[in-house]
């Protein structure tokens, strides 16, 4: 199959805009051309940033200000794909304006904001998804169809590593507090919603350790959780000690590990009884942004599974933020 006939979904396409133009813009407009398609409009801070962006892309509308992109009506979706701390601003706006919005992780800087941000989009009548990847690859939902199918047997334990080594610059997005830095945003959305995804129920009790970096923010960190029916997670995060992204999902009857899992299309599963290992492949690594936005376009189209994912993303919320306040690390909108 040709890049060029690769369909994804089978939902009405929407006509989408994208504010900023940074790494994930760009996989954006790339995952849109994969099936034939384009960005309709751009708007970024720096006017001639998204004239390059534009023109590289073949987007036909640039604007200077989300507001003329949110006000315009032949857009019907928004990708925001901002630093986290400016997310809540633009939903207020882009939700306001009854644009559909798709906003990457995390979605927002705590639940406070996340809870007003669903309801404006209630008020509005639009849909508003979190761009986690974990949510929209299909190996995910494949072990997730597996596992409610009782393939598997009861899970007991889910153990995720993920460490990047990022050299230590206070005035980058990973280690500056004003851009919202630290694990727990950045990579810990990914661990903590896999880990939701295949317990039965939200985590109600937690424990933690965390070393901060020189700027306060959260550089490493040791998770424990566990919810009503004693399913455990136990999950490391470090933006300054190189992990493999690993998560391993214990259950009855097999375990299941899954590597490099934020945009995991192969897993590998081997059977308690026999020792025999499976391989099970679903999805394509390369296609992640186009599950993301295929997501979106079912849920506008009322798919029931896609409009779920909502939960999913307010828990991890929850969680994400209690961690925080319990360590005393707030970030300076917060204080």
């Avoid at 019907?76 to 997310?87: E, K, L, M, R, S």
Wanted: net charge negative.
């Amino acid at each position: 199959m040709s890049d060029q006939t690769i369909t994804i979904g089978t939902a009405p396409q929407l006509r989408w805009g994208v504010l900023g133009c940074g790494l994930i813009a760009n996989e954006m407009a790339q995952a849109l051309e994969l099936q034939g398609r384009t960005i309709d409009a751009v708007a970024n801070r720096t006017y001639d940033k998204a004239i390059a962006y534009a023109k590289r892309y073949g987007i036909p509308k640039v604007y200077r200000t989300d507001e003329e992109l949110f006000a315009d009506p032949d857009i019907d979706a928004v990708y925001i794909t901002t630093p986290h701390n400016t997310h809540i601003g633009y939903l207020r706006r882009a939700l306001a304006a009854g644009k559909h919005v798709m906003c990457e992780k995390a979605i927002t800087l705590n639940t406070a904001e996340l809870a007003e941000a669903n309801q404006l989009a209630a008020e509005h009548g639009v849909v508003l998804m979190d761009a986690c990847t974990i949510l929209h690859m299909p190996l995910f939902k494949e072990l997730l169809r597996r596992m409610r199918a009782g393939d598997f047997g009861i899970v007991n334990l889910i153990q995720e590593n993920f460490g990047s080594y990022k050299v230590y610059d206070e005035r980058n997005r990973f280690f500056n507090p004003r851009l919202a830095g630290g694990a727990m945003l950045d990579i810990g959305v990914y661990s903590l919603t896999l880990m939701h995804l295949f317990m039965q129920s939200a985590p109600t009790e937690h424990l933690s350790l965390m070393n901060p970096a020189p700027t306060g923010v959260d550089m490493t960190s040791g998770l424990l959780l566990r919810n009503a029916q004693g399913q455990m997670g136990v999950i490391s995060l470090s933006l300054h000690s190189k992990q493999p992204k690993r998560a391993v999902i214990s259950a009855d009857k097999a375990y299941i590990e899954i590597m490099e899992y934020p945009r995991a299309d192969e897993a590998t599963i081997v059977w308690t009884e026999t020792g025999e290992a499976q391989t099970v492949r679903a999805g394509e690594r390369r296609l992640a942004l186009c599950y993301v936005l295929a997501d979106l376009e079912a849920a506008v189209a009322g798919d029931a599974e896609a409009l779920a994912q909502m939960q999913t993303t307010v828990d991890v919320m929850r969680m994400m933020t209690t961690f925080r306040y319990d360590w005393g690390f707030y970030y300076p909108e917060e204080q």
